[in-house]
């Protein structure tokens, strides 16, 4: 009672004891070309509360609460935005008619989706560049989203994962890594471009969301522009070309309106040699408006992608291969075969009851998305390595040899690499010329059937007060294991694992055969009921917000193999892992005047794990990290706004912690205390964002606008984590300790190193011309610097000084010798000028347009990101290979494209 009794005080009595005189703003707005009112556009009154929406006829009222100077702004999906200066004095104003230019370059959209596809070729690189899609507005997410974007920069250093990205408010975030799957609307660009986006811990009307921005996706017909459109292009990115074809309806009488769009993207292979790309798209919507209130809207869409994927390279393989270069693929009775493809098939069928009124809108709504994500691999059992890569098959081998360089066998390898540098798929079948398969291509499949149910609530309270309130429940059921896609001649394959020469399935046949299951197989449940409530309250001169949330995770795994290597704990269920945590966050934004503006934002938040970092080795066995904890977010951020008629600006500066992160990483690694496959668990871990935002756009003349935009940031790891090891061919689960007893291999000294979060500093200027015959060139000179390959961990704890032949440190290991060869040095800096350009005609009626962009002019030669290796987990190790100053286990990077174009032509009627 005494809460509601201070909430009352503070927030809904000032909006009655403050009424005042109020005066109004009015007009009509038209489109430019075709001289037809424009229903929908947003008029708001920047830095201040008032906003207005234009009705069927294009006209619209805001009202405004005292005399003074004003800018409006006039937003619309499509048109360009226009800000226009307004005095207020003694006397409503009306304003006559005002006209919006068609945005020709919203083409550009397509044009970064073409280019961000990349990143999920491996699963190594993740940028956040796609969650700003549509964050065109800001002139510094802009820029991250467009130009940054190709270089695999992270806006503040976030991943993906602390984004929430939604379509018709209902989650599209995983359970597996928490980052959105944009696949699942890969190539639906048309009607996936009504879309709200909130940028960092600012107040979403869907949700309380991450602490990098939430985008939500409105799919519902009535909101996309009746008619067709259909468009071509063509790309050296990704794919090579793609058809679009879009229809949607206008509302009928009846209240019905629908709208269907499909697309096909297709190459041979992509800039990267070898990765192959073919993907079609299927959407339909049908919405009934019951009455001006009610509507129902259903929406399903498919999104099929197949792909070739790519590889990391170490600088020996670049300088022998050039940066296209990918050892995953090689030709086949003459055509390009990819070992490791990436198949993407995952239905989404969704059902949404809208409620809207002047004081409340609800939002209901059902999602089922099924399907399958697999990626395929060559394995091989007592068989020579068939990576064209492998160490032992380049230079550096020789001439890192223990026993002394042999550089004619390093000039031999050499030119046998150059002259046959990708896999042979013709040596893989000679050896397969038998009954028992010794190479097995096979697939990593995920089976996913997911249900999530929600409610979202905004009630304006009155004028000055707004409510909302979400409720969600999603539940995950995932089917994980492999199958074999082709034996490669060979007649079966036995599962047995090769380097413990122990049964993968004791239950099962040990012969298995194509399109069989083997190697594991489990089932994995996932559910998590989320609620939020959020209170927004506006003065004339400040606005504030607070919100809050509260969410349970349940996690359990069911193993459906008998694994030799873990006979008690890889059958059956496991323990029911459990979560609860809560977030809050809160803003005030004080203008200053009305082109002056601050604002400070705050958010402290817990979080469950993902789901890929809670069991040890879900493909083995029910071992969860013992003692795992959610992980705590905190962060605050601090902005200025300007908001001139002509020069408009922002100038943002953060602090985020991350603390209790726990981070799961595989691989083979020889050490002073073994070697093995092993399972590396870092506990504990904190990381660390800071740094400042700056954007500024000037409007020079009508058809001129310039822009200048900054990022410098400090992201390092800001703590000294546990890291544990678990050897995944043991043989017996008493055997799962080190020489010291243990597989606690104690803190790992990685503290004030820097993160693999790609650029840390990024820097752009740029110059935009519109004609006013409606074309449109702009270009970008960017800079981008202090980006960091990611570190091994392993090598810095105490096992890297151990020798493994006497169990006593390296004599020669002093800091100093040690910090030389795990020094942390930044990837080059790099220069990046990107070009483009449109022009749009009206034919009778009918829109023609027309995109084009070239990325990366001059072809530069840039490292977009890379992990250190931690094969050599000993200081001997190390150093020897390190000798020769090519180390045949040095780092390895991803490499940018160099110069690349996208051509768009579309036709709308």
Excluded at 566 to 592: A, C, R
Excluded at 725 to 742: K, P, S, V, Y
Excluded at 829 to 841: P, R
């Amino acid at each position: 009672m005494r809460f509601l009794t201070y909430f009352v005080l503070i927030f809904v009595f000032p909006s009655a004891v403050c009424a005042q005189e109020k005066f109004s703003v009015s007009g009509t707005v038209l489109d430019m070309r075709t001289k037809e009112p424009i229903s929908g556009v947003l008029v708001a009154i920047e830095a201040h509360s008032g906003s207005s929406t234009t009705d069927g006829n294009g006209q619209f009222e805001v009202a405004i609460s005292s005399k003074g100077d004003y800018i409006l702004n006039f937003t619309a999906s499509d048109f360009v935005t226009k800000r226009i200066p307004v005095v207020i004095e003694n006397q409503n104003l009306d304003l006559g008619t005002l006209y919006l230019d068609k945005d020709i370059s919203v083409e550009q959209t397509d044009n970064l989706i073409s280019l961000t596809e990349s990143e999920l070729l491996d699963d190594e690189i993740n940028s956040n560049s796609s969650a700003l899609l549509q964050a065109t507005r800001d002139v510094f997410l802009n820029r991250a989203a467009f130009d940054f974007g190709q270089a695999f920069f992270r806006v503040r250093g976030y991943d993906s994962q602390n984004g929430e990205v939604l379509v018709n408010g209902i989650s599209m975030n995983k359970f597996y890594d928490g980052r959105p799957q944009w696949n699942n609307w890969g190539g639906l660009n048309d009607v996936t471009r009504n879309q709200q986006f909130s940028n960092g811990l600012a107040p979403s009307d869907h949700t309380f969301g991450g602490i990098l921005g939430n985008t939500n996706i409105d799919t519902r017909p009535s909101g996309m522009r009746p008619g067709t459109r259909l468009s071509a292009s063509a790309s050296n990115r990704t794919y090579a070309g793609r058809l679009m074809a879009t229809y949607t309806s206008k509302v009928q009488k009846n209240g019905l309106a629908y709208s269907v769009s499909a697309s096909r993207r297709w190459a041979k292979q992509g800039y990267i040699d070898g990765t192959l790309y073919d993907a079609y798209s299927v959407f339909g919507a049908l919405e009934y408006q019951f009455n001006e209130s009610n509507s129902l809207n259903f929406t399903g869409m498919l999104a099929s992608n197949r792909r070739g994927r790519s590889s990391a390279i170490t600088e020996e393989v670049f300088e022998l291969a050039g940066k296209r270069y990918n050892p995953y693929w090689g030709e086949q009775d003459g055509k390009i075969r990819n070992s490791r493809e990436r198949k993407i098939a995952e239905p989404i069928l969704m059902l949404n009851h809208f409620y809207e009124s002047d004081n409340l809108n609800l939002n209901t709504g059902v999602s089922y998305q099924f399907g399958t994500n697999a990626r395929s691999r060559l394995g091989y059992y007592n068989a020579p390595n068939p990576d064209p890569t492998y160490y032992r098959y380049l230079p550096s081998f020789y001439i890192n040899s223990p026993i002394g360089a042999n550089f004619i066998s390093a000039n031999t390898t050499k030119e046998g690499f150059l002259g046959n540098p990708q896999l042979d798929w013709q040596k893989v079948y000679t050896a397969n010329a038998r009954e028992k398969a010794a190479y097995v291509l096979y697939d990593d499949i995920a089976d996913d059937t997911q249900f999530t149910g929600n409610t979202i609530a905004n009630w304006i309270i009155n004028d000055r007060l707004q409510a909302d309130f979400g409720l969600t429940y999603k539940k995950l059921t995932s089917t994980n294991y492999a199958e074999i896609n082709d034996l490669l001649g060979a007649d079966f394959y036995e599962d047995i694992d090769p380097f413990s020469d122990t049964l993968n399935d004791l239950i099962g046949e040990v012969q298995k055969y194509e399109d069989a299951i083997f190697n594991y197989n489990y089932r994995i449940q996932a559910a998590q009921t989320d609620g939020f409530a959020q209170f927004r309250y506006t003065h004339t001169k400040w606005n504030a917000f607070f919100a809050g949330n509260y969410s349970t995770t349940n996690y359990q795994r069911e193993g459906l193999f008998q694994n030799e290597r873990f006979p008690d704990s890889s059958l059956g269920e496991s323990e029911n892992v459990k979560f609860s945590d809560y977030g809050i966050k809160s803003g005030f934004t004080y203008n200053l005047t009305g082109r002056h503006g601050v604002s400070l934002q705050g958010g402290y938040l817990t979080r469950a794990p993902v789901l890929q970092n809670v069991f040890i080795n879900s493909r083995e066995n029910n071992r969860v990290v013992p003692d795992i904890k959610s992980e705590i977010v905190s962060t605050v951020d601090l902005s200025y706004y300007l908001r001139l008629p002509n020069l408009t600006g922002r100038l943002t500066g953060f602090y985020t912690r991350f603390q209790n992160t726990t981070d799961i990483n595989f691989f083979f690694v020889d050490t002073g205390v073994g070697s093995d496959f092993v399972q590396e668990v870092l506990t504990d871990l904190d990381k660390l964002h800071m740094g400042t935002e700056l954007g500024l756009e000037y409007q020079v003349s009508s058809s001129v606008k310039l822009t200048g935009v900054a990022a410098v940031g400090k992201f390092l790891y800001a703590s000294n984590p546990n890291l544990t090891i678990n050897f995944d061919t043991a043989g017996r689960e008493e055997d799962l300790i080190n020489l010291e007893g243990n597989s606690d291999l104690g803190i790992a000294n990685i503290k004030d190193l820097r993160l693999s979060q790609g650029p840390q500093q990024a820097y752009a200027v740029g110059i935009e011309y519109r004609d006013p015959k409606y074309w449109w060139v702009s270009m970008t000179a960017n800079y981008l610097a202090d980006n960091y390959a990611g570190i091994s961990a392993i090598t810095r704890t105490r096992s890297f000084y151990l020798d493994p032949e006497t169990g006593q440190n390296f004599p020669e290991a002093t800091e100093e010798n040690v910090n030389r060869l795990l020094g942390q040095q930044p990837l080059d800096n790099f220069y990046l000028l990107n070009l483009v350009g449109g022009k749009s005609w009206l034919k009778n009626g009918k829109y023609i347009s027309i995109f084009a962009s070239v990325n990366n002019l001059f072809d530069n030669v840039f490292r977009t990101g890379g992990y250190e290796q931690s094969r050599n987990g000993n200081y001997g190790q190390l150093k020897q290979d390190n000798l020769s100053g090519t180390p045949s286990f040095a780092p390895k990077y991803w490499y940018g494209y160099g110069r690349t174009y996208f051509l768009n032509f579309a036709y709308s009627f």
